[in-house]
């Protein structure tokens, strides 16, 4: 007995050991700072105006984009060729498709790959009963308390401006690529992005394959869950998306003398049964990557349950899955979102239909989605079909190319702050730029807390000076860094 319990003893303080060194040898990436061009003088002010003139230019996009004043594009465009003279100077530029712009500042050795920054030009619109709660008139451009306020000032005019500024900034000191740099920007990023779509197949058709694409999705979380500190997140993956549309018919008539189920019966069975039926959780790829990159900033114990997720792995998945948004990153999410029947209170529906949209993580498929769906409802005597354009999720980028090293030691710097790939819940431009890149990234240099999000679709838009300035700097030192 006394045998086994000090086997028992011993094999415990082997378990713990493991669990220790393992812990202590989890090491964060050390970017190499050395080699980046040193910071610029950025002229804020003049910055400032400009993100301010663009905002006010109400670029505000459609579903049906017949419901687009195109004027407004135009005179945009008109107005970033007057505004950024060296810049327009220095490159050609082309109108693709519906609206898409396409800049190519060709550079002096065509045997580099090319870049490809990435900004879109179009907004949300502003809803009507939130115009009372901006603290500027939401289309203004009001440049106050340190910030530029107005829809757009972050998504995505403040990207597009920074460029111009850094662009501008650079061709008039007389820079000249060595790698040709593209600048792309979507006219309906919002409504889907046929924009980004066109200009993809246009540099296709020329034979164009980037290094890689830098498009607007993550920035540096000021209040990062997993440490509540600062960590600079760029966007490697981002999800796919499908919408499966649900149907089921009986015999309409009158609803007195009603069957037992009409077809708002099967089909409500239908959306319960695939809602119920979600995705499994799981702590792999893509976010098991990000947490042990992010870990060695973590408190002593969270960092000791991720070094040793073979065994904790059901404690993360609790975790991290204790919020809505953190258990979006661990799988295809379910959203039930339309449902339709019967246009009478006392008819018999003949036709019901539900419309159900996912974001499918990577790993899964819009095929995999409907089996998933189709086997959930089992017998119920439903159709179910893929309604629209289906994404899949796009390839997870390289952390280990050039390009990456370069973002990655621009992010460290700007940030002071550990630097981590993640997954992007939502959905870019730069997902259609997969076919020219070797790799995709997202992010947006600025300081951004988890409760500003809010503001990106919502009231109150702002962009404070500070991440301004940030943002053309960070530019700036891309392209030298990258083309030089
Ligand atoms: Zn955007």
């Known amino acids: 007995m006394k045998r086994i319990v000090s086997l028992g003893l011993a094999a415990f303080a082997v378990l713990v050991c493991v669990l220790i060194v393992r812990t202590l040898t989890l090491h964060a990436s050390s970017p190499d700072l050395s080699k980046l061009p040193p910071a610029p003088q950025v002229d804020t002010e003049a910055a400032a105006q400009h993100l301010s003139r663009a905002v006010q230019f ?32 220095a490159s050609s530029h082309e109108l693709v498709g519906g609206g898409a712009l396409i800049y190519q500042w060709k550079g002096s050795d065509p045997s580099l790959a090319p870049v490809i920054l990435m900004a879109h030009q179009d907004v949300v619109p502003v809803a009507e009963e939130t115009l009372n709660l901006w603290q500027a008139p939401p289309f203004s451009g009001a440049i106050r308390d340190g910030s530029v306020w107005g829809r757009g000032a972050i998504d995505d005019k403040g ?15 007389g820079f000249k690529p060595k790698r040709t740099i593209y600048l792309v920007s979507g006219q309906d990023e919002e409504v889907g992005g046929s924009g980004a779509r066109d200009a993809a197949a246009a540099l296709k058709a020329r034979g164009v394959h980037a290094a890689y694409a830098l498009d607007e999705g993550m920035a540096v979380i000021m209040d990062y869950p997993a440490t509540h500190g600062p960590v600079a997140v760029i966007g490697v993956s981002e999800k796919g998306m499908v919408t499966l549309k649900v149907t089921a018919r009986s015999a309409g ?5 009603p069957p037992k189920d009409t077809a708002a019966v099967t089909v409500s069975k239908a959306v319960v049964a695939i809602n119920d039926h979600g995705f499994p959780l799981q702590y792999k ?3 098991q990557t990000s947490l042990k990159a992010v870990a060695p900033s973590m408190p002593f114990l969270s960092r000791l349950f991720v070094a040793n997720d073979w065994l904790f792995a059901p404690l993360l998945i609790k975790t991290i899955g204790a919020t809505d948004q953190g258990k979006a990153t661990l799988h295809t999410t379910t959203a039930p979102t339309m449902l339709s029947a019967s246009p009478k209170s006392n008819v018999l529906p003949a036709v019901a239909m539900a419309r159900i949209n996912f ?9 995999s989605v409907l089996d998933h769906a189709r086997r959930a409802v089992g017998n119920l005597p439903v159709e179910i079909d893929i309604e629209g354009v289906a994404q899949a999720p796009s390839p997870v980028s390289s952390t280990q190319s050039a390009s990456y090293k370069t973002l990655e030691a621009l992010a460290a710097d700007i940030s002071h702050a ?3 790939p993640g997954l992007v819940t939502a959905a870019t431009d730069g997902r259609s730029m997969v076919s020219v890149a070797d790799d995709v990234y997202r992010f947006q240099p600025i300081q951004f807390h988890l409760k500003d999000i809010e503001m990106v679709h919502g009231a109150n838009e702002h962009l404070t000076l500070t991440n301004l300035t940030a943002m053309v700097s960070f530019y700036e030192r891309l392209i030298q860094a990258s083309a030089g």
């Open 418 to 420: 550990p630097v981590i």
């Open 58 to 89: 109400q670029t505000v996009s459609h579903q049906d984009p017949a419901q687009d004043d195109k004027s407004i594009w135009a005179a945009q465009r008109a107005w970033l060729e007057t505004t950024y003279p060296a810049f327009h100077q």
């Open 359 to 367: 974001r499918i993580a990577p790993g899964d498929t819009p095929q």
């Open 253 to 257: 008539g009158h609803s007195s003398a």
């Open 285 to 287: 790829g893509l976010t």
């Open 159 to 173: 990207s597009l401006i920074s460029i111009m500024e850094a662009a501008e900034a650079l061709a008039r000191q």
